[in-house]
């Protein structure tokens, strides 16, 4: 029974002080793992780059119109593509990192009524076996 006791205690302490720095890590870490799977600063910075680098470059000597009108089609078409895939993979980026962000503080919550939760279900069930 003693030993019982001491183990209640224990956990109760390593639930609400480590268990709760654990936590806090955790949802801090998968932030930062969002952020960087999905490079939401680099994707951000590099917004209307050509897309992987695809460029037309001058070729011919000399001023020609059809070449530089060419090359002025081809390169925007290319940053156009490249803000369109940046643009999606950003937003979906964003979406986890915002739905990451506000249900960290709910699972926190939840974590913090673990232990009264798991007490409650035990006696509810109890009671119903028995009823």
């Not at 939401?40 to 050509?50: D, G, W």
């Not at 470059?57 to 090359?71: A, E």
């Not at 950003?90 to 979406?95: A, K, N, P, S, V």
Request: charged content about 10%.
């Amino acid at each position: 029974m003693v030993g019982t006791l001491i183990l209640a205690m224990d956990y109760f302490l390593w639930h609400y002080s480590q268990g709760v720095k654990d936590i806090l890590l955790l949802w801090k870490n998968l932030l930062w793992f969002i952020t960087s799977f999905f490079s939401l600063p680099i994707l951000a910075r590099n917004l209307l780059a050509p897309w992987h680098a695809l460029e037309e470059k001058k070729t011919k000597g000399g001023i020609i119109i059809s070449d530089i009108l060419s090359r002025l089609a081809i390169n925007t078409i290319m940053r156009l593509v490249g803000l369109l895939i940046r643009s999606v993979f950003l937003c979906i980026g964003l979406f986890f990192y915002l739905v990451l962000l506000l249900v960290g503080p709910f699972l926190l919550l939840f974590w913090l009524f673990l232990p009264f939760i798991l007490v409650a279900s035990f006696f509810i069930g109890f009671s119903l076996i028995l009823s």
